[in-house]
């Protein structure tokens, strides 16, 4: 008999889907464990998460709360999740039809993709961009289009690179403000230009605002908020970033309620809810959390303005992040590529940093340096990096 080839049985469309950048890239550092590296690579908080929050956590699990929740989560979180999108969002959503809560927001987006999109259609999406946008439209069977942005800009996407990439057929836009991995967010007069698009297209918009809350420059604008474009938004949110719960893996969704409840039918087949205890955590987060998240925010904004300096002055130019942990310098003005750079950066300075082409092909030439950690190692980081240019040049 012959004997099984299990390849043939995966799906095309998996079998061709390219592993993350990250990932791939961070084989490399784990081979290095036992060396002196400094990663600027993962983006993850250096943050524990506030105690309280932990705290609320371990008392809820002590009471026994160890059971499933409704599908679309707890009704209290969907509450706080409510009031809390009104307070800073200035948008208003009912908690019991126009909220669900997911397994962090990789999972709202999945959900949205899988609801929403039928194959063939087509998403457009802003680029560089993080790694899994452009592999969730394709595991959704629906067509990727690029539309790219520019250091020049700051990398804020614009209407005019927007109308310039459409396409007939294209069914949904795909934001992420402040962006990963560049940093780049829009105005609200920028955003103003893109909802107008947006409706002119009839597009609906899936608006990833994960990084909202450390926004250091200007005020952040929910593009949700904008006359006409509530009821054509899936706004999408979390607490890995601002809160530090990374590893919770919680967030949420919010939108009309005939689009949250066909994501809905979606998450209960494939999730059916978030854990208890990741909700109760969130709970804590939204009603007693804010005072930590502007300390940890008063910090990121010191840490961005220390690699910024000190990148441009060693050569590496780079644009003010207005938003998110994340620097995207230029490897150019050092005459390296962005492979080149990250590999002998990490090789000979034990530094890590993401080749940009990692977030697409509008990486090309700069590397993502994420700045959440401590500001001593970053220095200490920043002073390997100089090191390395510097033996390039001699």
């Given at each position: 008999m012959?004997?099984?080839n299990?390849?043939k049985?995966v799906a095309g469309?998996?079998?061709?889907?390219?592993?993350?950048?990250?990932?791939?890239f961070?084989?490399?550092?784990?081979k290095?464990k036992?060396?002196?590296?400094?990663s600027?690579?993962?983006g993850?908080?250096?943050?524990?998460?506030?105690?309280h929050?932990?705290e609320?956590?371990?008392?809820?699990?002590e009471?026994g709360?160890t059971y499933?929740?409704s599908?679309?989560g707890m009704p209290e979180?969907?509450?706080?999740?409510s009031r809390?999108?009104?307070?800073?969002?200035?948008v208003d959503y009912?908690?019991?039809?126009?909220?669900?809560?997911?397994v962090?927001?990789?999972?709202?987006?999945d959900?949205?993709f899988?609801?929403?999109?039928?194959?063939?259609?087509?998403?457009?999406?802003h680029?560089?961009?993080y790694?899994?946008y452009?592999p969730s439209?394709?595991?959704?069977?629906g067509?990727?289009?690029a539309?790219?942005?520019y250091?020049?800009?700051?990398?804020?996407?614009?209407?005019e690179?927007?109308e310039?990439a459409?396409?007939?057929g294209?069914?949904?836009l795909?934001?992420n403000?402040?962006c990963?991995p560049t940093?780049g967010?829009?105005?609200?007069e920028?955003?103003e230009?893109?909802?107008?698009?947006?409706?002119?297209?009839?597009?609906?918009?899936?608006?990833?605002?994960?990084?909202?809350?450390?926004t250091?420059?200007?005020?952040?604008?929910?593009i949700a908020?904008?006359p006409?474009?509530a009821e054509?938004?899936i706004?999408?949110?979390?607490f890995?970033?601002?809160?530090?719960?990374?590893?919770w893996?919680i967030?949420y969704?919010?939108?009309?309620?005939v689009?949250i409840?066909?994501?809905?039918?979606v998450?209960q087949?494939?999730m059916?809810?978030?854990?208890?205890?990741?909700q109760?955590g969130?709970l804590?987060a939204?009603r007693?959390?804010?005072?930590?998240v502007?300390?940890?925010r008063e910090?990121?904004?010191?840490?961005?303005d220390?690699?910024?300096?000190?990148f441009n002055a060693?050569?590496l130019?780079c644009?003010s992040?207005r938003?998110s942990?994340?620097a995207f310098p230029?490897?150019?003005?050092?005459?390296?590529d962005?492979?080149?750079?990250?590999?002998?950066?990490?090789?000979?300075?034990?530094?890590?940093?993401?080749?940009?082409?990692?977030f697409?092909h509008g990486?090309?030439?700069?590397v993502r340096a994420?700045?959440a950690?401590?500001?001593?190692q970053?220095?200490?980081?920043?002073?390997r990096?100089?090191?390395?240019?510097e033996?390039?040049k001699?």
């Amino acid at each position: 008999m012959e004997s099984a080839n299990p390849e043939k049985w995966v799906a095309g469309h998996v079998s061709t889907l390219p592993k993350s950048g990250i990932r791939d890239f961070f084989e490399l550092v784990a081979k290095m464990k036992n060396e002196d590296v400094i990663s600027l690579g993962v983006g993850e908080p250096d943050f524990t998460t506030p105690w309280h929050i932990r705290e609320h956590a371990i008392y809820a699990l002590e009471k026994g709360k160890t059971y499933y929740t409704s599908n679309l989560g707890m009704p209290e979180l969907r509450q706080e999740i409510s009031r809390y999108v009104s307070k800073h969002f200035s948008v208003d959503y009912r908690p019991e039809d126009q909220v669900i809560v997911t397994v962090g927001v990789s999972e709202a987006l999945d959900l949205a993709f899988r609801a929403f999109v039928n194959p063939g259609d087509k998403v457009m999406y802003h680029q560089p961009c993080y790694v899994s946008y452009h592999p969730s439209i394709q595991l959704a069977h629906g067509e990727a289009i690029a539309v790219p942005t520019y250091a020049k800009d700051n990398f804020a996407l614009t209407a005019e690179a927007l109308e310039e990439a459409w396409q007939p057929g294209a069914k949904i836009l795909m934001l992420n403000l402040p962006c990963n991995p560049t940093g780049g967010t829009c105005t609200k007069e920028q955003l103003e230009k893109i909802a107008a698009f947006a409706r002119e297209k009839d597009l609906l918009v899936l608006s990833d605002e994960i990084y909202s809350e450390l926004t250091f420059d200007g005020v952040h604008t929910s593009i949700a908020s904008l006359p006409g474009m509530a009821e054509r938004t899936i706004f999408l949110h979390g607490f890995s970033k601002a809160f530090a719960m990374t590893g919770w893996r919680i967030g949420y969704a919010c939108g009309p309620a005939v689009l949250i409840d066909a994501m809905m039918k979606v998450h209960q087949y494939a999730m059916m809810c978030a854990s208890i205890i990741a909700q109760e955590g969130a709970l804590e987060a939204l009603r007693h959390g804010e005072d930590a998240v502007a300390r940890m925010r008063e910090q990121y904004h010191r840490r961005r303005d220390l690699v910024v300096r000190r990148f441009n002055a060693m050569g590496l130019a780079c644009h003010s992040p207005r938003g998110s942990f994340y620097a995207f310098p230029q490897t150019t003005g050092v005459g390296m590529d962005e492979k080149s750079f990250s590999v002998g950066l990490l090789k000979e300075e034990k530094v890590a940093v993401v080749p940009g082409t990692a977030f697409g092909h509008g990486g090309q030439g700069h590397v993502r340096a994420c700045f959440a950690t401590g500001y001593e190692q970053l220095i200490v980081a920043c002073d390997r990096m100089e090191r390395f240019i510097e033996r390039r040049k001699n």
